[in-house]
C-alpha cells in the first residue's frame, strides 16, 4: 500500500490532501493530524465524507490487515482536532498582532491590502458580512488579491481564541503567522466540504477574468 494513496479514493495526493491514522496500543484507529505518531500508517482524503466512508465499510481493517475498534464518531474526532488546531493557531497569531478585530478595523485592513484572510462567526449578520464582502470585491477591482472569508466559528470560539468578547469579524493579517493560520484553517475548511463564501468569491473572480479576457 503506498503510505499517500486514499484507501478510499485509491488515489495519491500531498500530504496536505489527505489525513493519516494510524493504530494505537488498544487497536484503536487514531487520527495522525500532525503526521508524527509512530507506527505504519494509513491515509484517507482530507474531508469528512471519505473518512465516515473508510469507517463503514471496513476500509481501515482492510488497509491495515488487522481488526481495528474504529470510534463510533471519527467524523466528528477529526472535527474537532482540526478546530482545536486552527483555533490554537489562531491564538498564536493574535499575540504575534497578526489579527485586526471588529468590522471597521477588517473592512480597512481588506481594503488596504494587509488582510490574509478574513474570519466570520457563524452568527454574523447578514449586513455586517456584506459589507466586508464589497471591501473584498473592491480590492480585486482595484487589482489586489482575492481576499477569501471563512465562516467556521461560532462567536463564543473566536472570542476565546482572541482573548476577546463579542468577536464577530476578524481579518488575519499577512505575514508568517498568518500563513501559519490560514493552512489549518484551509485544512478545516476543505474537511468540512468548502466555505460557500470562499467558493462564490473564487468563482466571482473567475468571471471578471473572463469579462476582461473578452473585451481584449
Given at each position: 500500500m503506498n503510505d499517500r494513496t486514499c484507501i478510499v479514493t485509491r488515489r495519491q495526493a500531498e500530504p496536505d490532501e489527505l489525513i493519516r491514522f494510524v493504530v494505537g496500543p488498544d487497536s484503536a484507529v487514531v487520527p495522525d493530524i500532525k503526521r508524527n505518531l509512530?507506527?505504519?500508517g494509513c491515509w484517507?482524503?482530507?474531508d469528512r465524507l471519505h473518512i465516515e466512508k473508510a469507517a463503514a465499510k471496513n476500509l481501515f481493517a482492510r488497509a491495515f490487515k488487522a481488526q481495528v475498534v474504529v470510534p463510533p464518531d471519527?467524523?466528528?474526532m477529526v472535527d474537532g482536532l482540526l478546530s482545536r488546531s486552527a483555533l490554537g493557531m489562531l491564538g498564536l497569531a493574535r499575540k504575534a498582532g497578526a489579527i485586526s478585530l471588529g468590522a471597521t478595523k477588517v473592512e480597512s485592513a481588506v481594503r488596504g491590502?494587509?488582510?490574509l484572510f478574513v474570519l466570520h462567526a457563524t452568527e454574523a449578520s447578514n449586513d455586517g458580512v456584506r459589507k466586508i464582502s464589497q471591501a473584498r470585491?473592491?480590492?480585486?477591482?482595484?487589482g489586489g488579491p482575492a481576499i477569501l472569508a471563512y465562516k467556521l466559528f461560532s462567536e463564543a470560539e473566536?472570542?476565546?481564541a482572541l482573548g476577546g468578547t463579542n468577536v464577530i469579524h476578524a481579518a488575519v493579517l499577512a505575514g508568517d503567522a498568518g500563513r501559519a493560520v490560514q493552512k489549518r484553517m484551509v485544512a478545516l475548511d476543505r474537511y468540512r466540504g468548502g466555505?460557500?463564501?470562499?467558493l462564490a468569491m473564487l468563482a466571482a473572480v473567475a468571471d471578471e477574468d473572463d469579462a476582461a479576457e473578452d473585451m481584449e
Open positions: 509512530p507506527g505504519r484517507v482524503s482530507a471519527l467524523g466528528g491590502g494587509l488582510a470585491r473592491a480590492t480585486v477591482h482595484l473566536l472570542s476565546l466555505s460557500p463564501d470562499d
